[in-house]
C-alpha cells in the first residue's frame, strides 16, 4: 500500500499536544516516573479510578501522538484513530476530575478564613457564577484540535486505512 502525505492538521499537533501535556501534568501532579501494577490482571482497578494515574495514561497517549504527527515518521489512519478514540474520555474528564480533586485536598475552614481576611477588591474570584474559566476553555479547544486531525486524517485517506508519512 502506498503512503499518504500526512494532512496539516495532523502535522500541527506538535504544538498542541506539547501543551495538554503540560497542563494535564500540572493540573493532577503527575510525577515525572509513574509506575503500574501488572502483578494481576486486577491490580489495574485501583489504579484506573485515579485521576493523577488517568491523567498519566493520557500523557503517554499524548507522547505517541506527538510522535507519530512529526513528518517522516510513518504510521497509518487506523492508529491515529485508536490513539485519538483512546485520548478521548480522559480529556473529556479532565476538567471536572481537576475541580473533583482540587475540592478534595481543599483545606476549607482554612480557605475561608483567608477570604475573610483578604480585603473584597483583592479577591481574585470570579464575578458571575457562570464565568468561563479560561484555561478549560483553551484546554477544550486543544481538544478539538485533536478532532480536527483525525477528520482530516479520515478524509485525506478516503475513510481506508491508509499509511500516513
Known amino acids: ?33 509513574v509506575t503500574i501494577s501488572l502483578q494481576d490482571v486486577d491490580s489495574a482497578v485501583a489504579e484506573l479510578g485515579d485521576p493523577v494515574m488517568i491523567a ?6 499524548l507522547q505517541a501522538l506527538r510522535l507519530l504527527s512529526q513528518p517522516g515518521v510513518r ?13 478521548d474520555r480522559a480529556l473529556l474528564q ?21 477570604l475573610v481576611e483578604q480585603p473584597q477588591e483583592t479577591q481574585d ?3 458571575a457564577g457562570d464565568e468561563e474559566d479560561a484555561e478549560v476553555t483553551r484546554f477544550r479547544e486543544l481538544h478539538g484540535a485533536l478532532h480536527t486531525a483525525l477528520r ?14
Do not use: C, N
Not at 6 to 32: C, I, N, S
Not at 56 to 61: D, I, L, P, V
Not at 75 to 87: C, F, K, M, W
Open 125 to 127: 474570584a470570579p464575578t
Open 56 to 61: 498519566a495514561m493520557a500523557m503517554r497517549k
Open 1 to 33: 500500500m502506498e503512503a499518504i502525505d500526512k494532512p496539516d492538521e495532523l502535522l500541527a499537533l506538535h504544538d498542541v499536544t506539547g501543551e495538554l501535556f503540560t497542563t494535564l501534568q500540572r493540573w493532577f501532579e503527575v510525577p515525572d516516573r
Open 75 to 87: 504510521t497509518s489512519t487506523d492508529v491515529v484513530v485508536a490513539i485519538v478514540q483512546d485520548l
Open 94 to 114: 479532565a476538567p471536572t476530575m481537576r475541580l473533583r480533586r482540587a475540592a478534595e485536598q481543599t483545606d476549607w475552614d482554612r480557605a475561608f478564613e483567608q
Open 152 to 165: 482530516a486524517t479520515v478524509e485525506a485517506s478516503d475513510g481506508e486505512i491508509r499509511y500516513l508519512l
